[in-house]
DNA sequence: TAAAAATACTCCATAGGTATTTTAT
DNA sequence: ATAAAATACCTATGGAGTATTTTTA
């Protein structure tokens, strides 16, 4: 039995006559006479009681109608679900990202993502820059959307978005009375900083600089959530650095000033497998860019 | 599309092997493959990622593989329950009776029926003999089972049985001391009787015979239902003639006597439409001899 | 007797086979 | 280097066409 038989006895049935059904089918009506005695054969049971004058469902043959109807639904249905999957236009799509990320940038690109293809679900994982190497190697995600990610020969990494770090200050700070703070004006205060043991690229990067600029940080406070280093600054435990971005967290004893010229700026990008298959992968990228682009 | 690219693809997927699901299929491989990326083509997606050393299925693939299955399956069972509708094995049968077939051997064939064919759906009508044809030619039954039914060209007739006429007497009625009475007998007795307006062919049967005997029946109440009639005799309101197999209706205050030689009786019949197409027909009417000739 | 389905036959499109090449590990 | 899928090309089954017959209302 192929679908031909259930197509061209529908036909038959919503017709009840061959010769017309024969014409719809644009083929002529031997043949379709054929097929409808292979397909009863075959089933083993007479599908049509028909003389010359009319073509009548017997009960095995309404039964069967009904049946194939749904059967070609199904199989209209399970193609389309299938290019929709093969388009990327469906489906389901894991995000890896860093928490720095979450602030600003990463619910634009959701939302932006959601209004263009509202039936792909998306899975938001938050993992550190580190942790993200496994996770696309293991297809636990897709992307990874990190700072200075750990690049590897199987692995693409684009730069989204180079954002400038600030200083987060308590508002009480004599520093926060300048429009600009200088990196060396913070030798010697507080710092609120990321431990280096979660092997964070970012806390690496924020040593470096303190250390370009001739001095150790005087550490008082080690938090892996930037989200906590925040609101230990706004608290006046100490003073911090952040990219520009995290400013969209506002809380009140908090002030952000922007570093003097060079300003140090800290990259954000998307990392994916080369063999990255999924045909949402271009979608999202598309996504990413243009929310990007806008700033 | 075809079933054909279905049953392909399932086994493809099943194997993860080009060679060896061809070998399944008992093909070899090169159309195998042609086959496939037809299908693909046609989907518009790709189903399957294939190398050298492995086959995989991409997520428009499994989305397919899923409902290929469930599609197959129902066809499966679209023939199966088509191939059941046309044996008669499965489906609905309406039979349309007289109320003094009731008592006996419509049980029993009900019973029969039901252990030989449970699927099939009995609906039973009482239904008086001269009902039966415009029921049979409308279609709202398949047979109809009647005492000395009105026959036509278009109906075909099979009698199941020939059950003598016994005399229904009050327990305290002098005819109740005899083992047979004659119908003669009953002349001058107060006869419940059947009304001939109601066209029974029973009723019309009971007439002719006291007609025969030379008298017209003292008719003291008349009523349409066997059942009733039996409890009026119970009652000692008068006497009547009922087919043997009432006798299973047991009742206080009533005696059943059989008829003097030569014992007149009374034919119970199927009958059904000529071109009757149901195929569970043979398998009721088997039954409904199986149960006649078991007396 | 007329309309429609079934049969008889013919043909060609395409499913499937064979031989070979390409590809990925 | 090798196993397996893809490609190229050929063959032949059977789906579809044309002409005709059979059937039944």
């Not at 039936?119 to 938001?124: D, G, I, N, R």
């Not at 040593?207 to 230990?232: I, M, N, W």
């Amino acid at each position: 039995m192929e679908l031909r038989h259930l197509r061209y006895f529908v036909t038959v049935v919503e017709e009840r006559h061959f010769g017309r059904a024969a014409a719809r089918l644009f083929m002529s009506q031997p043949p379709l006479s054929q097929q409808i005695q292979q397909l009863e054969q075959e089933i083993g049971a007479q599908l049509l009681d028909r003389t010359t004058r009319k073509v009548a469902l017997t009960a095995a043959g309404e039964s069967f109608y009904q049946d194939a109807l749904a059967i070609l639904q199904r199989v209209d249905d399970a193609a389309e679900r299938a290019r929709r999957l093969g388009r990327g236009d469906m489906g389901f799509f894991a995000v890896g990202f860093v928490a720095s990320a979450a602030y600003d940038i990463l619910p634009r690109i959701f939302r932006e993502f959601r209004e263009m293809l509202p039936q792909v679900e998306l899975a938001l994982h938050e993992l550190q820059g580190h942790e993200q190497g496994d996770a696309l190697a293991s297809g636990r995600i897709h992307v990874g959307l990190a700072r200075l990610p750990t690049v590897s020969e199987s692995t693409i990494v684009e730069t989204v978005s180079e954002e400038t770090l600030v200083a987060a200050l308590p508002a009480s700070h004599p520093l926060a009375y300048f429009e600009e703070v200088a990196i060396s004006d913070l030798q010697g205060e507080p710092f609120i900083l990321f431990p280096e043991s979660s092997r964070s690229r970012y806390a690496q990067l924020l040593y470096q600089l303190c250390s370009d600029h001739g001095f150790e940080p005087r550490v008082v406070q080690k938090t892996g959530e930037v989200q906590t280093a925040v609101s230990l600054v706004a608290a006046g435990i100490g003073v911090t650095l952040v990219p520009e971005s995290v400013q969209a967290v506002h809380r009140a004893g908090i002030v952000y000033r922007p570093l003097k010229e060079p300003r140090p700026a800290v990259a954000l990008s998307v990392a994916y497998r080369a063999d990255e298959k999924s045909p949402i992968l271009p979608h999202f990228l598309k996504v990413v860019h243009r929310v990007a682009a806008n700033h």
